[in-house]
């Protein structure tokens, strides 16, 4: 087979290569191991296949792609760009797009080894041309710029190159080009930020973060709506929320949320504030980002208790992202009855609301119900066993009727609420009382598809696994989940058949 794609690199190399000779290529050269393509390799067969490029073929141009794609993943990167350089350079201005990402992620590439990157830095045009690509009109293309340059200012000369050169008048030129290509200039510079506290000194030394803070505490309020999502994503990182708080920007959001309250299009922008503070408190400490920001979770009361489908989809999110933990959980629990009669609005809405707000309600239900083994006191299985006794008047038999339905969504997210307490006593004992419901966790026979079959046996492993299960259950029903664990989720029971004679 190497042989063949010798002969045919060959062929390829004279430029007058057959559509269908192209093909076999790209066939034979998927079939080789990349050190025997290296060997057969030649610069002038590398060239001749860039040069088949530049047909107004889309067949063939495609066909160049794949063999291209193949052959330079086999070649070491300092290679490509010591021998490759001006093709490159030439597949960023392509009018088709599958050569460009093609020529950007080989780019990628060579960043990502030491010797290589050196020679990008080298090649201000070439980076140049990469960031007028965050400009183009496919999307494809668009990220595959923004995952390059990313790459690219993992190092210290990377960052000096893209925000300490002229390369940083091309970022804003390019920015110039409408909002959407802005917002994907901000999402570059919020990944680069992310990296590091140094990364983020350069990015707000460039004045880039300035710009898109202005444009989140701005009045446009879809435009707000946009930068609140970059704006978490920077707040992920410790060195982030850091920079956020000493900007002031966190006192700001807290500010805008409480000024919502007089603004008619605050529903565009507030959904993403609130998810703001939810993740916000999750990544930092529950206790106090609520006590220092009481609007927050006022707020999300507030849109739980409305009849706006969108409004209570965020706050249940929220409550479940802010329930995660126990911190976030005792800060709730102070909220005492106004929270409990949340739960029952929120049980309501998992039985009767549309089925993606059902499901939203079910994975919040999960989070705040769930606590894991060494954090089962005595108060906090007593709030939870509260919580689950809030959601209805039968807590049980809604799940379990919800977990009886036809649509595998809704029935895994009702198995999930009982994976939540399966580990906690007093749920066995609810359970153990329930008639026919252990019964019904042993029964394989009701899980109709795998992701039922995986939501079933993650119940069964989290009673199994569990120190007072064999206690509660007693050993007939210990032994029936042992073996089904043992089993694994598929385990089908073989059915013996006996042949009866004469029978057809």
């Given at each position: 087979?190497?042989?063949?794609?010798a002969e045919l690199l060959e062929r390829a190399a004279r430029r007058d290569t057959p559509l269908e000779e192209l093909r076999a290529l790209r066939l034979a050269v998927q079939a080789v191991p990349p050190a025997a393509l290296r060997a057969r390799l030649t610069e002038h067969h590398l060239g001749a296949l860039f040069a088949l490029l530049s047909v107004n073929d889309r067949e063939q141009v495609s066909a160049c792609v794949s063999i291209l794609e193949r052959l330079l993943q086999a070649l070491d990167p300092v290679y490509v760009i010591q021998n490759l350089r001006e093709e490159l350079q030439k597949g960023l201005f392509h009018p088709d797009d599958s050569v460009k990402i093609l020529?950007?992620?080989?780019?990628?590439?060579?960043?990502?080894d030491s010797e290589a990157v050196t020679e990008i830095l080298n090649s201000p045009e070439l980076l140049r041309q990469i960031i007028n690509c965050i400009g183009g009109e496919k999307i494809a293309v668009a990220k595959e710029a923004i995952k390059s340059l990313s790459r690219i200012a993992q190092t210290q000369d990377g960052l000096e190159a893209l925000f300490v050169s002229s390369l940083l008048s091309d970022l804003k030129n390019v920015m110039a080009t409408n909002d959407v290509v802005r917002y994907r200039v901000y999402e570059l510079i919020v990944e680069i930020?992310?990296?590091?506290?140094?990364?983020?000194?350069?990015?707000?030394?460039?004045g880039l973060i300035s710009e898109l803070i202005g444009e989140l505490t701005?009045?446009?309020?879809?435009?707000?709506?946009?930068?609140?999502?970059?704006?978490?994503?920077?707040?992920?990182?410790?060195?982030?929320?850091?920079?956020?708080?000493?900007?002031?920007?966190?006192?700001?959001?807290s500010n805008i949320i409480v000024g919502a309250e007089s603004d008619p299009f605050s529903g565009f922008y507030l959904p993403g504030f609130v998810k703001f503070f939810g993740n916000l408190a999750v990544v930092d400490s529950p206790q106090q980002i609520c006590e220092r920001y009481p609007v927050f979770v006022e707020k999300v009361f507030e849109m739980?208790?409305?009849?706006?489908?969108t409004m209570i989809g965020v706050a249940v999110d929220t409550l479940g992202i802010l329930g995660s933990n126990v911190e976030g959980k005792q800060v709730l629990q102070k909220t005492r009855s106004r929270f409990q009669n949340l739960l029952k609005r929120i049980g309501h809405q998992a039985k009767n609301a549309p089925?993606?707000?059902?499901?939203?309600?079910?994975?919040?239900?999960?989070?705040?119900?769930?606590?894991?083994?060494?954090?089962?006191?005595?108060?906090?299985?007593?709030?939870?066993?509260?919580?689950?006794?809030s959601l209805s008047s039968q807590p049980l038999e809604l799940f379990r009727s919800i977990s009886t339905q036809p649509f595998p969504d809704l029935h895994c997210g009702a198995l999930r609420v009982f994976?939540?307490?399966?580990?906690?006593?007093?749920?066995?004992?609810?359970?153990?009382?329930?008639?026919?419901?252990?019964?019904?966790?042993?029964?394989?026979?009701?899980?109709?598809?795998?992701?039922?079959?995986?939501?079933?046996?993650?119940?069964?492993?989290?009673?199994?696994?569990?120190?007072?299960?064999?206690?509660?259950?007693?050993?007939?029903?210990?032994?029936?989940?042992?073996?089904?664990?043992?089993?694994g989720p598929y385990y089908v029971k073989a059915v013996s058949t006996t042949a009866v004679e004469g029978a057809e």
């Open positions: 087979m190497a042989e063949a794609v020529t950007i992620s080989q780019v990628g590439r060579i960043v990502e930020s992310s990296v590091s506290a140094d990364s983020l000194n350069y990015c707000a030394n460039s701005g009045d446009d309020v879809l435009v707000r709506a946009t930068c609140i999502e970059m704006v978490t994503s920077l707040a992920h990182t410790p060195h982030g929320r850091q920079y956020l708080a000493q900007q002031g920007v966190i006192d700001k959001i739980a208790e409305s009849h706006d489908p089925t993606e707000l059902r499901l939203r309600c079910l994975d919040a239900i999960s989070s705040l119900l769930y606590l894991p083994p060494e954090q089962q006191t005595e108060d906090l299985l007593r709030m939870t066993e509260s919580w689950f006794t994976t939540a307490i399966a580990n906690q006593p007093w749920a066995q004992k609810l359970m153990l009382d329930s008639p026919g419901f252990v019964e019904y966790i042993v029964d394989r026979s009701v899980e109709p598809d795998k992701a039922s079959k995986d939501a079933k046996y993650e119940l069964v492993k989290a009673l199994g696994n569990s120190k007072t299960i064999a206690e509660i259950f007693g050993n007939q029903y210990y032994l029936r989940l042992r073996a089904y664990l043992r089993e």
